[in-house]
């Protein structure tokens, strides 16, 4: 049974999508993780001393892109984009990473935690979200 991928941007791009696990899409998500990946190594390598924001920056960048090009988008709908949910963007694209290849897009929170668990650091919990806020000392 097809693997589907639905994102919803009837309000911004005109119409709903919903993509499929076709050989083809899955070799352009693939080929747009791989593109990620290697310039996120590429800007490390230029700038060892990247703070989160700037790791931030080139991920929504290359999501942005990434989109454009599953949705096979022209210059008039990438700019449309910008209009979007950065957050409903990039959930699409996080779906479409795991479902079509099983992968885990990058992310300011997930490098907080890689970088954590590498100096022994156990993350703070957000309790807020459930109303039971506690002084963390």
């Known amino acids: 049974m097809a693997i589907k991928v639905n994102f919803d941007a009837k309000d911004t ?13 899955v070799k352009i998500v693939a080929q747009s993780l791989i593109d990620m990946l290697n310039a996120i190594d590429k800007e490390e390598k230029k700038n060892p001393d990247m703070n989160f924001i700037e790791y931030g920056e080139l991920i929504n960048r290359y999501v942005k892109k990434n989109v454009a090009r599953i949705l096979g988008l ?8 910008d209009n979007m949910s ?4 990039t959930k699409f694209y996080e779906e479409l990473a795991d479902k079509f290849c099983d992968m885990t897009v ?13 100096n022994g650091q156990v993350p703070e919990r957000d309790v807020s979200e459930k109303g039971n806020e506690q002084d963390p000392k």
């Open 13 to 25: 791009l005109g119409k709903n999508y919903e993509l499929i696990d076709t050989y083809n899409n």
């Open 74 to 81: 022209d210059a008039k709908g990438v700019k449309k984009l």
């Open 86 to 89: 950065r957050s409903d963007v």
């Open 106 to 118: 990058p992310s300011t929170e997930r490098l907080k935690e890689a970088i954590n668990s590498v």
